[in-house]
Structure formats: structure tokens, C-alpha cells
């Protein structure tokens, strides 16, 4: 159905509804979804692949770690972590995987889809989550760069102060942004990625969190992703170009 204005269809969703739907169904996050570039939008399907392998297995294995949640993540989580660099939406189309590496300045654009998720999530007039599943997204793509020691962006929080949501989300988008393909090195052996992982346990990542992602590091789709990955970003982006993703 078209809204008249040439945007976005709209359906509203019963809550019953939202289980086992996919970010495709959501018509005015959707159009927003789909003005991100492709190998970012790529890079974020992953991040959600990786995530939802990574929260089954803490549900199984380790649900203490997830109580702090209240479940309320259990119908929608690959969702909410794929959207988690949904503020890219807003990030200016020129500053975003330009040929030929950033420079500070240009960096420092694309680190502001991070605080550009308030405006972003505001701009979709029918969201499809509930309130408290919405508040769970506007962590998740906030905080996603924070770090656990308090060096990360962009308010530099540490520990427990960032929500155990984009904690979790930061480990998936680290663990993509070292196994994914690049033009400009060869890919990082795994037990090398596994190696970072444990080693920047109460650096970058939360520590219970850091060992539990180890753990469930073999049931990772790794190798047909990146075979997509390498048939896209090859094509479009030669080898010899750095591509930058969030
Ligand atoms: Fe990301
Ligand atoms: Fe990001």
C-alpha cells in the first residue's frame, strides 16, 4: 500500500505478529534499512547471523549472563542486531565506504551513527516493536562501540554502565569485522580471531562474555558469508581498495 507521500507502506502489527519476522517486514524501517550501502547492509546481516548464534547459545548454556534482558529479546534478537548500525541511514552517503581509506575527519562521520540512532529511530513514524523491545534497538545501535574498559565511543562508559545488549552486539561486530573479507589482507586465521577475543576480555569486551563467545565460535556460518561477501566486495571494490565498515 502506498502512503500517497511516495514513502513508506504502512502495516501495523498485532504483538503476536512480531515473532519470526525479519527486518524485510518492517515497511518504514525497511526503507530506511535499504538507503544504507550494500556492503555495509552486508556487514550488518552478519553481525545479526553471528549475534543470534551467540545469544542461543548463552540462552543455553549461560542464561544467568542473560537475565539483566527479562527475555524480552528472545522473539526478535537476530533483528535488533542486524539494525544494530541502523543510524548509518543518516551518516551522509559520501562519508560512507569511500575508495581510498578515511581521514579523521571523515572517520569521525561515520562514528556518529552511533548517536544519529535517536534521530533515525524518530524519522519512523509506525515503529514495529513494542516500547521496551524499541529501547532495546536504541541501545543496541548507541552503544554497540563502547568498550568495557571506557575507550570506546561515543561516551567512553565502561562496564556495566553500557547495556548488556550492546555488549553483546560488540563481540558479533568485532568478530565480523576480523573474519569478513578484506581487499587489503588475507583473512584472519580463527584460532588468531579466537585468540583476540579471550585476549581483550575486560579490555574491549566484557570478560563471562568474552569466553562464552569462544565457546560458541565453531557454530558460526563463517565460511558460506564470506564467500558472498568476498563475490560482492571483490566486484564492486577491487582488491586493492580499503573498505570500511561499522
Ligand atoms: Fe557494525
Ligand atoms: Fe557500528
Redesign the pocket.
Known amino acids: 500500500m502506498d502512503d500517497g507521500a511516495g514513502g513508506a507502506c504502512v502495516i501495523v502489527y498485532d504483538e503476536k505478529d512480531m515473532k519470526n519476522t525479519r527486518v524485510g517486514c518492517y515497511p518504514t524501517l525497511a526503507c530506511l534499512y535499504s538507503i544504507i550501502p550494500r556492503d555495509v547492509r552486508l ?2 546481516e552478519r ?1 545479526g547471523i553471528y549475534a543470534a548464534v551467540f545469544y542461543r547459545h548463552l540462552m543455553k548454556e549461560h542464561p544467568d549472563l542473560l537475565e539483566p534482558l527479562n527475555h524480552e529479546l528472545d522473539d526478535c534478537y537476530q533483528d535488533l542486531y542486524t539494525l ?2 541502523i543510524g548509518r541511514a543518516f551518516v551522509p552517503v559520501r562519508f560512507q565506504n569511500k575508495a581510498g581509506g578515511l581521514t579523521d575527519e571523515e572517520f569521525a562521520q561515520i562514528k556518529q551513527h552511533t548517536v544519529l540512532t535517536a534521530d533515525t529511530l524518530d524519522s519512523i513514524y509506525i515503529l514495529p516493536f513494542t516500547a521496551s523491545v524499541q529501547m532495546h534497538l536504541f541501545n543496541i545501535s548507541m552503544y ?1 562501540h563502547e568498550r568495557y574498559d571506557g575507550r570506546g565511543y561515543p561516551f567512553g562508559i565502561s562496564q556495566e554502565q553500557i547495556p548488556l545488549e550492546a555488549r553483546i552486539c560488540s563481540l558479533a ?1 568485532a568478530y ?2 576480523m573474519t569478513s573479507w578484506k581487499p587489503y589482507r588475507k583473512n584472519m586465521p580463527i584460532e588468531k580471531v579466537r585468540t583476540i577475543i579471550l585476549e581483550e576480555a575486560g579490555k574491549q569486551f566484557t570478560p563471562s562474555l568474552s569466553l562464552a563467545f569462544a565457546e560458541c565460535m565453531d557454530q558460526m556460518p563463517r565460511e558460506e558469508l564470506n564467500e558472498a561477501w568476498e563475490a560482492h566486495a571483490g566486484r564492486y571494490f577491487g582488491r586493492n581498495t580499503k573498505v570500511s ?2
Do not use: F, W
Request: glycine share 18%; no cysteine; aromatic share 0%.
Open positions: 556487514h550488518m553481525v544494530h548500525d554497540h561486530d565480523d569485522g565498515v561499522g
